[in-house]
Structures are given as C-alpha cells and as structure tokens.
C-alpha cells in the first residue's frame, strides 16, 4: 500500500531564478532614474571642472521661478542670512552650495549670493552637474 522507496527531496530553483531576475531589473530600472538632492527640480547646469567637497555643507537653492530653498523650505533672503549667520559663526569653513536652475537671472544669483556672504559665509559655491566632455 505504501511505497517504501525513499524518495529524494527535490528542490525546484527556477521559482528563485525568476524572483532573482524581477529583483535585478527592479534594482537596475529604478536606480537610473535622477533625483534632485533637496527634492526641489531644477536643472544644474554642467561643467566639466565640478569638484565634490566632503566637508560640511548646506544647500541652497533656487527654482526656475527664482523662489529661494534653504533644504526643502522656502526662505526670504533676511531670514537665509539670520539662518547661516550661526551657523557660520560655529564653523568658520561652512560650505554653503547654490544649487540654482539653468533658467535664474544672474541678478538673482548676485542677490542670493550677498545675503550669504553677509551671514558670514566667506566663499560659496556654485553646485554644477559634472560634465565628462572635454572642450
């Protein structure tokens, strides 16, 4: 009545093989796509100079529409300089990054830029998307 072979356990791999696969495309398909670091879109424009800094660093930004972020708040220009101004006082080497849209006036730049240095910030830095192309 009963079969008394012993019968060898089988273990089927293609079920794994296959989630394997979904994983590895996930993974590959989802991590091609660009984020902006603050969450705010903007294009940077490139540069094939652009350097990354390890250092301690804030992040401001400016949209298309000129509006300033300082991370992912919308700050006026006082309050940026109120902001920093501790800040700099605590860390004489604070690296403060525009991260400014393609699109911004160089007007806007030069306003974002004094407001800043007035905090107390001594050299700001542009933040650029880096560009292999050679001239």
């Known amino acids: 009545m009963f079969n ?22 996930f993974f590959m398909f989802f991590t091609t796509f660009k ?15 652009a350097v990354s800094f390890e250092q301690n660093r804030v992040v401001v930004t400016i949209d298309r529409k000129e509006t ?3 991370g992912a708040e919308q700050i006026s220009l006082a309050k940026l300089t109120q902001t920093l101004a ?4 605590k860390d004489p080497n604070l690296l403060v990054i525009i991260n400014a849209d393609s699109k911004v006036t160089y007007e ?11 905090a107390g910030v001594s050299q700001p830095a542009f933040g650029v998307e880096k560009n292999n192309k050679r001239l």
């Open 4 to 25: 008394r072979k012993a019968r060898r356990p089988r273990l089927d791999i293609v079920p794994m093989i296959d989630v394997i696969f979904f994983l590895l495309v």
């Open 68 to 70: 300033v972020f300082y």
């Open 86 to 89: 501790p800040l700099a006082a």
């Open 35 to 49: 984020t902006a670091v603050s969450g705010i879109p903007i294009e940077l424009p490139s540069s094939s100079q």
């Open 108 to 118: 806007k730049l030069i306003t974002v830029m004094e407001a800043i240095t007035t």
